[in-house]
């Protein structure tokens, strides 16, 4: 009875002193280093947006134009940004928005296209550099311009993630197909 007595004392004094001691001096990094769990919980990765979207817009004009836009996150590319908050890596991938066009004039097609940042680098160099580092936020139609000017007038927004530096073009299709590239959204038609 006497020996079952020190074993148990001996196994509990074992037990007590397995409290993790050695622990105490180090950093949480150093332990999620040792576990190999550092990386998982050292940087954050965030998908803006995070889901699809599609948006469908179907017009006709009295000056005989249709005009049928899609608009959709392109979720196969993204633009990265990253910063550091608080020893923690911040990855955010910033997703276009793409748009497709369909352009009729008395139900003959005139332009079928995607509007998106490779359609304005492609158009011009210039725009590769005031670009790229933007994301296409949307594209709408400007209804009231394309009945003043009897074209299609596209108005096409990209924004600078985490700044919203916005940059504004207008985009016009004349009824032949002919695409024009205006960054004076300045002029106003009233």
């Given at each position: ?28 990094q ?14 954050k ?24 836009l ?18 923690l ?67 096409v ?34």
């Amino acid at each position: 009875m006497k020996n079952l007595i020190y074993i148990i004392l001996l196994m509990l004094t074992v037990v007590l002193s397995c409290d993790g001691r050695d622990k105490v001096h180090q950093t949480s990094q150093e332990v999620l280093k040792n576990n190999k769990l550092y990386e998982s919980f050292s940087q954050k990765v965030v998908y803006i947006p995070e889901h699809y979207l599609e948006t469908k817009n179907d017009t006709i004009l009295s000056n005989g134009f249709q005009v049928k836009l899609k608009s959709y996150t392109n979720m196969r590319e993204s633009f990265l940004k990253k910063s550091i908050k608080n020893h923690l890596l911040l990855k955010n991938y910033y997703r276009d928005i793409e748009t497709t066009i369909l352009i009729k004039k008395n139900e003959q097609n005139i332009v079928s296209t995607n509007i998106n940042k490779d359609f304005f680098m492609n158009s011009n160099k210039e725009f590769h550099r005031i670009l790229k580092d933007k994301i296409l936020q949307g594209v709408w139609l400007n209804q009231y311009a394309s009945i003043i000017t009897n074209t299609v007038v596209l108005e096409v927004q990209f924004m600078e993630p985490e700044t919203k530096n916005y940059v504004y073009y207008r985009v016009s299709f004349d009824q032949n197909g002919g695409m024009f590239i205006n960054d004076n959204v300045e002029e106003k038609f009233s």
